[in-house]
């Protein structure tokens, strides 16, 4: 025996649950931000592949130290409308969104220190929000 029952309830509102308004939002270029992720997960925590983000109006710098207490450290130019603030992330993680992004230049949105960063794709055609979580406090 096979039984179905159809169950009709209105659909989830998952936008209602993502943030509008945002207290950071910056451009950065996409092959640039991929390479510097890149270097910094040579040197990062195996584990983790982590790396503290410092944000600040006119640059983003990338920091990432491992157990041995080596460092990489790149600044990068950033277009933002921002205060200075800084948030740890995943690389590993990062990466894999980058990857499947099209457009050369990457929008990100941050709500806060230690809250969630919003990336958007915003090639022709196509617009694709990513959440990632950052990481314990930078």
């Keep these: 025996n096979f039984k179905c029952t159809l169950v009709d309830v209105p659909q989830l509102n998952y936008e209602s649950l993502l943030p509008t308004v ?17 270097r910094s997960m040579v040197l990062s925590n195996d584990r ?8 600040s109006a006119k640059s983003m710098r990338i920091l990432s130290i491992n157990l041995d ?7 990068v130019a950033i277009e933002s409308s921002s205060e200075p603030f800084k948030i740890s992330v995943n690389v590993g993680y990062l990466l894999d969104v980058l990857k499947v992004i099209d457009s050369e230049q990457v929008l990100i949105h941050f709500y806060g220190e ?7 794709d915003q090639s022709e055609g196509i617009h694709s929000r990513f959440i990632i979580m950052p990481l314990s406090s930078a």
């Design 114 to 120: 230690n809250r969630a960063l919003f990336i958007e």
């Design 69 to 75: 207490q080596e460092r990489i450290e790149e600044k």
């Design 48 to 55: 983790l592949s982590d790396a503290i983000l410092e944000i």
């Design 22 to 38: 945002f207290k950071s939002n910056i451009r950065i270029s996409k092959e640039v931000f991929v390479n510097v992720l890149m």
